[in-house]
């Protein structure tokens, strides 16, 4: 069974076409991650799948109860950690993970109970009874995820859970999102725009791009769709787009692809591909100041769907 | 799993839907105050205008009881009931900046995706400024009683203590509104004294409602700050018109559920925009 099905989600705010027909399934049991650079329409699909807001067309069922129609059911039967915490501030981690889970209909001794395995599963014992003011991001982000799971959800969304944490943090967070997609029988949802985050923990994804999935399938199965290696080139600024040309016209290139002053071609082999296009390069007079190959990662599945560059797509969001 | 699925199903039909809006306020109301406990600075800058109202004030203004027309012959009578209502009044004008708070840290929002009431998250708010309130009126009314107040007796005091909750619920309602409405603090202050200072000078708070000009009793009448002096103020008059206290009571109570009506339908706007 499916635990989360999304069909045709449109949502516009005013002139913004937030989503523009998101479409996709997500089984029982399974990771799921929204791959996509900011304002590609993740975290506004989320929030209609954890009923925070309304979509103005199409249909989406979590936990098989309808979104809009039976709100209720699908509240009780999820966790959300918004991207932007939600923990009160002035509150201790035990008097947050109580109100919670009273609120998710838990009461006494099995309440109780439930905090504190929640508050020794995610290392916060020690901090239990001090407010969250004192925490660092790395428990207070776990706090958030705790508070997720008091009721035990049977659907799980994490909206960028890494975002703003320190490399150590970002780990050990990996560590235990790793830990709780194979304990329990937990099917996650989360949106990164990690590449690296959506390799490591994802079963399945999908990648989202001005409101729409462009592509969905698992990590590995979306690599092998790119045949052979990856070869970035940094020529001379400006002579990108020559660089291409000429890079293409290659008998071994698959496709060459500028952005800016850098060219990303898919080879065969880099190793013996990296002569022939230097030389090509050279005997058209572009300098070239280096030159990198490595096997396809997510970075260049996301290039070859969408035509665009993560990163420089990821900054242009944030604007 | 299925273990917390059957206890939930268990806890909405012992509860009902009243009984789960009441206790989810209930859960709220907890929160707002535990945290308001954690920072007693609040309670004293809460505390410390009244103080001064009721002991220097008091102490200015004191030969204004010998003034043809006022109905005691002590000013600190006069004055208690309607330091109570003035502190009660304030306190619910600028309750929305907690909600404002909320907003900010993504709380209301993370509740939104629970099953928590959506009344709750509003009421809760309202409740918690009324009772704010009742609290300050006792310690107010304890200090006017060592300056030599008598409060009118037991009674006088849960009458006072009474409208005290209701014009701080009433003003609250609004104040939550607007929070709803505009989000942003700046705004919010802006609102809170431009209806503050009016409606305080518009109602005989400070002097006797004969003494006042004519032109302003008449608005008076439409001020829930007067009504609530009224309703706090007879009790301590020497021959209180307990019609008028009744009368002032139903109007207060009626202006409570309307701003929180206000209130609530800001809430579903607010949830409209998201």
């Known amino acids: 069974?499916?635990?989360?099905?999304?069909?045709?989600?449109?949502?516009?705010?005013?002139?913004?076409?937030a989503l523009a027909g998101v479409s996709f399934a997500v089984r029982q049991g399974e990771v799921f991650a929204l791959l996509g650079?900011?304002?590609?329409?993740?975290?506004?699909?989320?929030?209609?799948?954890?009923?925070?807001?309304?979509?103005?067309?199409?249909?989406?069922?979590?936990?098989?109860?309808?979104?809009?129609?039976?709100?209720?059911?699908v509240r009780r039967s999820i966790g959300y950690v918004p991207q932007a915490s939600g923990i009160d501030r002035e509150a201790t981690g035990r008097e947050n993970l109580t109100l919670q889970g009273r609120v998710q209909g838990l009461r006494g001794p099995v309440l109780r109970e439930r905090v504190d395995e929640l508050l020794a599963l995610f290392g916060l014992g020690e901090a239990a009874d001090r407010t969250v003011r004192g925490y660092s991001g790395g428990m207070k982000?776990?706090?958030?995820?705790?508070?997720?799971?008091?009721?035990?959800?049977?659907?799980?969304?994490?909206?960028?859970?890494?975002?703003?944490?320190?490399?150590?943090?970002?780990?050990?967070?990996?560590?235990?999102?790793?830990?709780?997609?194979?304990?329990?029988?937990?099917?996650?949802?989360?949106?990164?725009?990690?590449?690296?985050?959506?390799?490591?923990?994802?079963?399945?994804?999908?990648?989202?791009?001005?409101?729409?999935?462009?592509?969905?399938?698992?990590?590995?199965?979306?690599?092998?769709?790119?045949?052979?290696?990856?070869?970035?080139?940094e020529v001379t600024d400006g002579l990108g787009e020559r660089a291409a040309a000429v890079v293409s016209a290659l008998q071994d290139v698959h496709e060459a692809i500028p952005e800016?002053?850098?060219?990303?071609?898919?080879?065969?082999?880099?190793?013996?591909?990296?002569?022939?296009?230097?030389?090509?390069?050279?005997?058209?007079?572009?300098?070239?100041?280096?030159?990198?190959?490595?096997?396809?990662?997510?970075?260049?599945?996301?290039?070859?769907h969408t035509g665009r560059d993560f990163r420089s797509e990821d900054e242009a969001g944030v604007r | 799993m299925s273990q917390v699925a059957a206890s939930d199903v268990a806890s909405s039909a012992r509860l009902g839907r009243l009984g789960e809006i009441l206790a989810h306020s209930s859960y709220m109301v907890g929160r707002q105050t535990r945290n308001l406990f954690r920072e007693p600075i609040w309670i004293a800058m809460m505390l410390v205008q009244p103080m001064f109202w009721l002991l220097l004030y008091s102490q200015l203004f004191r030969r204004l009881v010998e003034l043809p027309g006022f109905e005691t012959d002590s000013y600190i009578d006069f004055l208690a009931p309607a330091v109570v209502i003035?502190?009660?009044?304030?306190?619910?004008?600028?309750?929305?900046?907690?909600?404002?708070?909320?907003?900010?840290?993504?709380?209301?929002?993370?509740?939104?995706?629970?099953?928590?009431?959506?009344?709750?998250?509003?009421?809760?708010?309202?409740?918690?400024?009324?009772?704010?309130?009742?609290?300050?009126?006792v310690i107010i009314l304890a200090v006017s009683l060592v300056l030599g107040a008598e409060n009118g007796?037991?009674?006088?005091?849960?009458?006072?203590?009474?409208?005290?909750?209701?014009?701080?619920a009433g003003f609250a309602g609004i104040s939550q509104g607007v929070a709803l409405i505009t989000r942003r603090e700046a705004t919010m202050i802006a609102v809170a004294n431009f209806i503050g200072l009016p409606l305080m000078f518009f109602s005989a708070m400070l002097i006797d409602f004969d003494l006042i000009p004519r032109w302003m009793q008449w608005a008076a009448r439409f001020n829930p700050v007067q009504w609530a002096v009224d309703a706090a103020r007879e009790p301590v008059l020497a021959?209180?018109?307990?019609?008028?206290?009744?009368?002032?009571?139903?109007?207060?109570?009626?202006?409570?559920?309307?701003?929180?009506?206000?209130?609530?339908?800001?809430f579903r706007a607010y949830q409209r925009t998201l």
Not at chain 2, 154 to 166: D, N, Q, R, T, Y
């Open chain 1, 260 to 304: 800016g002053r850098m060219l990303r071609a898919r080879v065969e082999s880099g190793a013996t591909a990296i002569p022939g296009i230097l030389s090509a390069l050279e005997g058209n007079g572009i300098a070239v100041v280096s030159v990198t190959t490595a096997r396809p990662s997510l970075d260049d599945v996301y290039l070859h």
């Open chain 1, 141 to 233: 982000r776990r706090l958030d995820v705790a508070l997720g799971l008091v009721h035990r959800p049977q659907v799980f969304f994490l909206d960028e859970p890494t975002t703003g944490l320190d490399p150590e943090a970002r780990a050990a967070m990996w560590d235990e999102l790793g830990r709780l997609a194979r304990g329990e029988r937990l099917t996650i949802l989360l949106t990164t725009h990690y590449l690296e985050e959506a390799d490591r923990l994802a079963d399945r994804l999908a990648i989202v791009s001005h409101g729409r999935v462009v592509v969905e399938g698992t990590p590995e199965g979306l690599k092998r769709e790119l045949r052979g290696d990856s070869v970035a080139v």
């Open chain 1, 37 to 73: 650079p900011n304002g590609a329409g993740k975290s506004t699909t989320v929030r209609i799948l954890v009923t925070l807001t309304k979509p103005d067309s199409g249909a989406a069922t979590v936990a098989g109860h309808d979104v809009v129609h039976e709100a209720d059911a």
């Open chain 2, 239 to 266: 021959s209180p018109d307990w019609s008028l206290v009744g009368l002032s009571m139903l109007l207060l109570a009626a202006f409570v559920v309307a701003t929180t009506g206000f209130a609530t339908w800001a």
């Open chain 2, 153 to 168: 007796g037991p009674v006088g005091w849960l009458v006072i203590m009474l409208a005290g909750g209701l014009v701080s």
């Open chain 2, 86 to 137: 003035m502190t009660a009044f304030f306190q619910g004008t600028w309750s929305g900046m907690g909600m404002i708070t909320d907003l900010d840290r993504g709380v209301i929002e993370r509740f939104l995706a629970t099953p928590a009431r959506r009344s709750a998250l509003v009421f809760s708010q309202v409740l918690r400024s009324g009772l704010t309130s009742v609290i300050q009126g």
């Open chain 1, 1 to 17: 069974m499916d635990a989360i099905t999304v069909g045709a989600l449109e949502k516009r705010y005013g002139d913004v076409h």
